[in-house]
């Protein structure tokens, strides 16, 4: 038996038959497709490196001059002149740094700590009293409880009291400096708008044998302190005997 040619399906048919339609949704787009997308996300790059640049440039001129120590050091007590200043600038958030505009603020004013080099100053590194012979400033910082609510201002006089600490059982309290004076005051016990707990910032003078037990109370976190009467005479009397 034989079949004829007519009847057999041809190669290129059957190949033909065999091929699946190409489906538009599952093309790759074409390099001449992807060019508009690429050529867009470039001018996106290029914009954003220049809106970058741009900040930098004008934060980088946003500068002020501030009053910063020329000396190597200078110690407490020491009395400011103009050789001891030298300005410096900076840029962004600079807390409470005196201007250089302001440096009359800190001429003929006196050293509460040591002072260097580049230091930066703020009002809380001066004071209009000279440390008097025999006396220390000492910085503190209380917590809730451990000052009078009441807001305290300088010249208050209090008595520093030191206290066992939380995991000291049986300890005895006593009496650190007797009658101390405030020089300077910053912060409170409660926040004056939310009344939240805050921290209150104290620079007490005491005398120079007390220094170093208050300075180490209060960062042990052992230091009390209790509001005395005004008419109450410090342990160390002001520079030129005032009381």
């Known amino acids: 038996m034989s079949f004829s040619s007519s009847t057999r399906p041809s190669a290129s048919g059957a190949r033909g038959s065999g091929k699946a339609p190409v489906s538009g949704s599952n093309r790759l787009p074409a390099s001449r497709e992807r060019r508009p997308?690429?050529?867009?996300?470039?001018?996106?790059?290029?914009?954003?490196?220049?809106?970058?640049?741009?900040?930098?440039?004008?934060r980088s001129g946003d500068r002020t001059d501030y009053v910063a120590i020329n000396p190597?050091?200078?110690?407490?007590?020491?009395?400011?002149?103009?050789?001891d200043l030298a300005r410096g600038d900076l840029a962004g958030k600079t807390g409470a740094m005196i201007p250089w505009a302001d440096r009359d603020k800190v001429l003929n004013k006196y050293t509460t700590g040591w002072l260097f080099r580049g230091q930066y100053l703020t009002l809380a590194n001066v004071?209009?009293?000279?440390?008097?012979?025999?006396?220390?400033?000492?910085?503190?910082?209380?917590?809730?409880?451990?000052?009078?609510?009441?807001?305290?201002?300088?010249?208050?006089?209090l008595q520093v009291v030191q206290v066992p600490a939380v995991n000291q059982a049986g300890g005895a309290s006593s009496i650190l400096v007797a009658a101390a004076k405030v020089m300077d005051v910053s912060g409170g016990i409660s926040d004056a708008k939310t009344n939240a707990n805050s921290t209150l910032n104290l620079t007490i003078l005491v005398p120079t044998s007390k220094s170093t037990a208050v300075a180490a109370a209060a960062a042990a976190k052992t230091l009390v302190v209790v509001k005395l009467s005004e008419s109450t005479p410090p342990d160390v009397p002001p520079a030129g005997g005032a009381g």
Do not use: W, Y
Request: zero cysteines.
């Open 37 to 58: 997308a690429l050529a867009a996300l470039a001018v996106i790059l290029i914009l954003l490196g220049a809106a970058g640049s741009a900040l930098i440039a004008l």
């Open 72 to 83: 190597a050091s200078i110690a407490p007590g020491h009395k400011i002149v103009k050789e």
């Open 127 to 157: 004071t209009a009293e000279p440390i008097p012979a025999g006396g220390a400033l000492v910085g503190v910082t209380l917590e809730a409880g451990r000052a009078p609510s009441m807001l305290l201002q300088g010249g208050d006089i």
